[in-house]
Structure formats: structure tokens, C-alpha cells
């Protein structure tokens, strides 16, 4: 209902979002006690809606402060996105705030009075005086519906620009986001922007861009890199009349990249190497099973990030100590002695040994020096050993991430990118052959 | 030697800064592309060193934009910190923005020069005559050495502020801070802040509030609660002549949180759940093994995140399948038929079978339904079992997580930090029996 009096409003309908600024609101943030997320998300949201970002601003529960960056915003952007400040706290601002900006008296919305009441009672809890502060808004304001939480936000026109404030907890944002102001964009905007990111791996982003120069030099669609532990990812953005010539724009320039990059491609807008893994062991029937040193869980913790992977992951086994790689994946005991746990012939060992005792289909193993301490001139800080298993046989690969040896985490999410890749290659060979 | 140079710049003992504003520089960052984490983690820095903070401000890579944005900030503090902007290329435009807001020509610096053709030199390549562009900074500039990259900072007064240029990767800037402006800082603030954390969890944020409540109304030292996953951190700040004058005026307050919230601590500063049980159980001479169900490897993981786990942890099993289940841990077909895997029979059978395997002192389990789907009325998402084994029994918890059955992240993360809190009350409680 409230989309529909947001649809119909005489504003609503007269020109599009040039420009935008977010604005976080919150001492926490602002001292570096929590991470702002919030803002790269919406970010990430208008730029593929075709509006260009100015700025982010970030201030703290305070009056002045947060009154001042709210005029500095609407005198450069028309759309001004504000996150947090919405709570029932004294220290909860926002609405107040916008409310003196734009010269207004703060009124109670009868459906925000509701929904307050109605949250509460979902929970079993009865409102204090206090949360009725949460129904008070600008008047004139327009309400952003929140199915997720008590605050509802504003939206309400200052100067020549919209202000629309938004909860700070990212779950009940983003929903508020995509079901209120995001339409209200996408039907001021002239036309559609569509954007697609491909995803590629096992290729640096310097030979990438040399591959595909010409195009990231073009205007429209304009392609854009970016890279990040061992992945690189290209974003094809172009705006239409509908979304149908967006689509045929971008097609061609996604088919060229594919010809020319097609060997490190792995997936599409949201896709990452272990979903994309889930797919094609999910489509063929066929299952996998981990063996895991230096990772110690977190390739496993990937693969199940996302649900549906009991589908095809039945196991993995952080085998840490030697032992219990003797124990439970049955790599001899002589091979570590002789060879030591870091090294191809046990990376092979455990991968082989997981995927017999699981009877999956697949095993991959995982065993290195990830640092910071422990290694030796032989073995250093970032060698590590990658494992694969399957009917045709079992091969290792060795990784050299010594450039990233201060970081325990870099070593760790890049031997599991690693790992990753190659167990998928192994998979689209096997597909190949039969 | 530059240390010692800003050491006695005439300037640098002046007076100390009492206001600071962080400006972040870069498109990607705007976009939504990168999440800024410089602006929090320098934050949190300058928060420990009683500097205020007044905003966080993000540009792109705009010359007209960047300038505006320092005139803007140091209108309104005394401390500049900017971050990104310092690389080779036509996008990187800092250094120049700085030059142009002072009115200051852009020289070369030799010592910048010298530095660029050395790590070039150490990396085995040539530098190109665009490389040379980190070598110019704006007149009259002191330089911030960068041991682990190209671009070297400046740091300039400019109107009544100090302005500090770091680059944008983390790793490079953290070192910049820590050995040229943190010390600048210390040496101009009167005094010494100091700042102590301390970490509870078992107890909800506003019941740990109340019991503090005098302590966080006080204003020397002060107390500030922050809450998230479970976990709630008090951190106690102030300010003395000397560190051990602030020593002195932090402990009694923290003795006297500790003796009214005792039960719920488990440690200091840095310490996490898991790096608090790392240290017991190595304290102690003991073992852990893990058997996981929907958590699907992120207590191996988390366990595994620091170096030096390997002297307690033996091993984990990510026992996604039922199969897994009695395979490996040993828990009987029937209680699985009986009960389901979410149940509290299997997440004792699981803990006491790993341990057994293993052969480790404590057998720690998790199972349940991280969601989104896969609920059902009896078993709704959000319903998790962990279970504890040691010599003296297996003891099992049923976890109520449905408040956040939207999530599965925030299932799996508080999953993990409840299981974790378990095992780290059973050893203690084993601890006082001997």
C-alpha cells in the first residue's frame, strides 16, 4: 500500500536520480567499532541503476553534525541516502534531524504507531513510551516500509533533492531498499541500466586487462575490472530504452570477453568458485568429499556457506596432525616421515585416501605452510600442496604463494581459490570425455 | 631518519590534536566495488589515542572533488588522514589535491626517487618514467617512509591542520601509521590514553548494561559497551600524565566489572572465543577434536585462523551426511532414524564419538538447521544441538536460534560462539575439580 501512495506521488514521477550521496549515521562507526557495510552495498545498488555516487559521508550521533551533512548533501546530489539514527534511543536522531533541515514539525503517523505495536506483540513484548518515538517523522515524509524491524524509514523532498533514511542493521535495509526505493528509481530513471559481471580466476588482473584493452577503453558498454585474492571479475554496465536492447548491447561484448578469456572463466553476477563447483557436481549427480591441513576448515566452510550443498558435499576432514592423517585418510606413514606433510606425494595421499573412505566421486586435499611462523628454507611460509582425486587417477599441484606470506589469511583464502579452480577444471575435463 | 626529522620539526610539539576527520579516496570504494576498511581501523587507532573524531568522508578519483573534500575537512579539524589516491597512474591524483589545496608547487623529492628505483630494484623490474610520479609531492612536505610498497605518504600543515597522505592498501598503510603518525600523535598528546577491552558473552547486551550501569554513566575512566553475534566488549578508556597513571585509574574499574560480570568474560583486548580455549587447553597440556554438522567446518576454521592451533587441535569432521555420521563418528543408525540428525541424542553421540576417534581429552559437536530452508515444525530453523564430551561424560545444549532464522550466517557464526562458550565453562569447571 505504501508503494503504491509512493508510486502515485506527484514527485515521483518528474525527473531522474543524477546523483546521489549516502550518508552513515553513528558513533560506533565512526569510531571504528563496527564495519560500514552498508554503504558499499547501496552503492553497489545505485551504480547499477545508472546513478553516479559524490560521496559517503559518515558522522556521529549527534545533532549539529548530522543536521549540517544532511544540508551539505542535498546542495550537491539530488538523492541522499541516509543509514542508522533510527532506533528509540535518545541517541537516534535521524528523522529530528531531517525534520530541522528541512524546516518541518515532527508529527505521529498513525500506521507507524501500528506497526510498532505490531512488531512488538510478534515478539511477545509490550512498547515502552520510548518506542513510540519510532512512529515520529517529518511531516509531509513519505514512509519506507520495514517487514523486518520496528523503524519504518522517510522519504521527504529537500531543497531540489530526496532524503531517504534508512535503518543501519543491513538485513532490514536492504529489504527496505529493494522493495521501496529501488522501484521508485528504476521508474524515474530514463530508461534501463543493466549491468553483468563476469568471473575469472587463475589469471592476474594486468593480463586480463591486456587481453581485453579495447574493450575497457570503450564508452558503452563500458567494462570495468577489479581483483581480489586470485580473482578478477569484469563488469559490463550500458543503459537503453528497455531492458530487452540493454540485453542485446551487452551480449555481444560478454561473448567476445568469453572468446578471448574463456579458459579462466568461472561464472556469472553472484557466482563463486565453490557455488559454481555445486552446480556441476549437482547437474552430473556425482559428490565430493575434503581433506584439509593447512585451511583447516575453511574450504568446507565455503562449500556450505550457501544451503544445498548436502547435495553433493557428504564430508570434510581436517586431518591437523599427522596422525589423523595416517588415521582417517590412510596416508602412510613412511610418506611423512620421508617426505614430510607439506608435499606432493601426501597432498596426493590425502586426497586419494578422503575420497575412498567417503566413496565420493571426488577428493581434494589441501596441506601447506601458512604462516606467519613455521617455515623453512625448503618449505616456506606459503608453499602449498593442492590434491585431487578421481576415477582417472590422482594429481597435485604445487602453489607458490610466498608474495603473501606476512598474511595468514591471504595464503589460506588463496590456496582455497586455488583448489577450487583446478578441482572444477578436473571436473569439465572428466565432462569433456564421456 | 624521517622518523627522527618529524621527531623535530619545529611544528610537531605544538600542540596535540584534538579533532580528526579520515578521507578516503577512490572510485572503486565509492562504487560499492571495495569495502573501506582503512576509515574504521584508523578510527579505532585514533579513538585508543583520545584523538576525536568528526566524520569519515569517501571521494572518487576527481581532482575537483578531492580538493574540496581536504578544504573541507580541515576546515572543521585538526588532524588529516587520508588514504588511497598515492598509486602511479593518471587516477591517482592525492598528493596533487594536497599541493593544490596549500598552494604548494609539486617537487621532486630524491629520498622518494631513491625509494621507488630501490623497490623496484628488489622485485626484480624497471621502473617506468610514470613510476617517478610517487616521487612528487607538494613543496615543503615531510615524507612518511613506506617499507613494504612504492608510495611513500607526505604529511603537510595546511590552514591549522595537519594533513597525512597514506596509501590505500591496508598492509602498507597500518605500518605507515603505526611507525610514523602514531608516535607523532603520542608525543603531542598531553599525556597517555589508555584503552583496556574486555570481552562477555553468555549475556545480552542491555542485561550487561544494567549491571554496569554507574560505570557507563561515569565519565574518567569511561566504559562503552558494543554488541554483536552474541558477544558483548566493554571497553574502558583515559587519559593520565603516564601510562602507568592510566594503568593505575583502569584497574580498579576493571576489577570491579570483572567482579560483578566475572561469569561471563573470557578475555582481553584481541582474545577471541577460540583463541581463549587455544590458550587453556595448551595451558593444560589437553586436546580437541571437533565433529560438525551445520556449522559444515567454520569451528575448524575459526580454531585454525591463528597460527599455534596445532598444539591443541588434532582434528575436525565436517560430518555433512548422516552416513558420515556413523561412519566416522560412530553414532548408530538407529538414533539417527529415531531422533533425526538435529536431536540431542546425536549431538552427543557425534561429540562422544570424535573424541573417542580421535583420542583427544574434549569432543565438541554441532548440529542443526542453519536455514534459510530445510525447517520444519517440530525442527524450525534456527534449532541447533551442541555437544561436549571429556572423561568425566557427554553433556548436551539445545541452542533456540530462530530470531535469526533469516540468516544463515548469523546461525552458523552464533552456533560457533555458543559452542565455543560451552567448552570453555566445561574445562574451567574441570579445571577447579583437580
Chains 1, 2 share one sequence.
Request: with cysteine.
Amino acid at each position: 500500500m505504501q508503494n503504491e501512495k509512493i508510486g502515485t506521488a506527484p514527485d515521483a514521477r518528474t525527473n531522474h536520480f543524477k546523483s546521489a550521496e549516502i550518508l552513515t549515521i553513528g558513533t560506533e562507526i565512526l569510531l571504528g567499532d563496527l564495519l560500514d557495510t552498508n554503504a558499499a552495498w547501496i552503492s553497489g545498488r545505485l551504480a547499477a541503476l545508472g546513478v553516479s555516487i559524490y560521496r559517503h559521508t559518515t558522522v556521529g550521533d549527534n545533532k549539529k553534525r548530522i543536521t549540517a551533512a544532511l544540508e551539505e548533501a542535498v546542495s550537491r546530489a539530488d538523492l541522499v541516502i541516509t543509514t542508522g539514527g533510527l532506533g528509540p534511543t535518545s541517541d537516534d536522531l535521524t528523522n529530528a534531524c531531517l525534520g530541522e533541515a528541512a524546516g518541518r514539525e515532527m508529527v505521529e503517523y498513525p500506521e507507524a504507531r501500528r506497526h510498532v505495536d505490531e512488531m512488538f506483540k510478534r515478539f511477545g513484548r509490550t512498547p515502552t513510551q520510548s518506542n513510540y518515538k519510532q512512529a515520529l517523522f517529518p511531516e509531509g515524509s513519505e514512509l519506507i516500509p520495514n517487514p523486518a524491524g520496528t523503524a519504518m524509514g522517510a522519504m521527504l523532498e529537500l531543497e531540489s533533492a530526496l532524503v531517504a533514511t534508512f535503518p543501519g542493521v543491513p538485513g532490514e535495509m536492504k529489504g527496505m531498499f529493494e522493495e521501496t526505493l529501488e522501484p521508485l528509481i528504476k521508474e524515474r530513471s530514463e530508461g534501463s541500466i543493466l549491468s553483468r559481471t563476469l568471473w575469472f580466476t587463475g589469471i592476474g588482473e594486468s593480463a586480463l586487462a591486456e587481453e581485453v584493452q579495447d574493450l575497457l577503453d570503450a564508452s558503452d558498454p563500458t567494462v570495468a575490472p577489479l581483483a581480489g585474492q586470485g580473482k578478477v571479475r569484469l563488469r559490463i554496465t550500458t543503459r537503453a530504452a528497455t531492458t530487452e536492447e540493454a540485453e542485446e548491447k551487452i551480449a555481444p561484448v560478454a561473448d567476445e570477453i568469453l572468446s578471448r578469456l574463456g579458459d579462466y572463466y568461472f561464472g556469472e553476477d553472484d557466482e563463486t568458485l565453490e557455488s559454481a563447483i555445486g552446480k556441476l557436481l549437482t547437474g552430473r549427480g556425482e559428490t565430493l568429499a575434503l581433506a584439509e591441513s593447512c585451511t583447516g576448515g575453511l574450504l568446507a566452510k565455503r562449500l556450505t556457506d550457501r544451503a544445498g550443498s548436502s547435495a553433493f558435499f557428504t564430508e570434510g576432514l581436517v586431518t591437523y596432525s599427522n596422525e589423523a592423517k595416517e588415521r582417517l585418510l590412510g596416508v602412510p606413514h613412511e610418506l611423512l616421515v620421508q617426505h614430510g606433510a607439506v608435499s606432493e606425494p601426501v597432498a596426493k595421499a590425502m586426497a586419494e585416501g578422503v575420497r575412498k573412505t567417503a566413496g565420493t566421486d571426488y577428493g581434494l586435499s589441501v596441506t601447506g605452510v601458512a604462516g606467519p611462523d613455521g617455515g623453512t628454507e625448503e618449505k616456506p611460509v606459503g608453499l602449498v600442496f593442492v590434491g585431487i582425486s578421481d576415477a582417472e587417477g590422482t594429481v597435485a599441484e604445487r602453489l607458490d604463494l610466498s608474495a603473501w606470506r606476512r598474511s595468514r589469511e591471504a595464503i589460506r583464502e588463496r590456496s582455497a581459490n586455488r583448489a577450487f579452480d583446478l578441482l572444477r577444471h578436473r571436473i569439465l575435463l572428466e565432462g569433456n570425455k564421456t
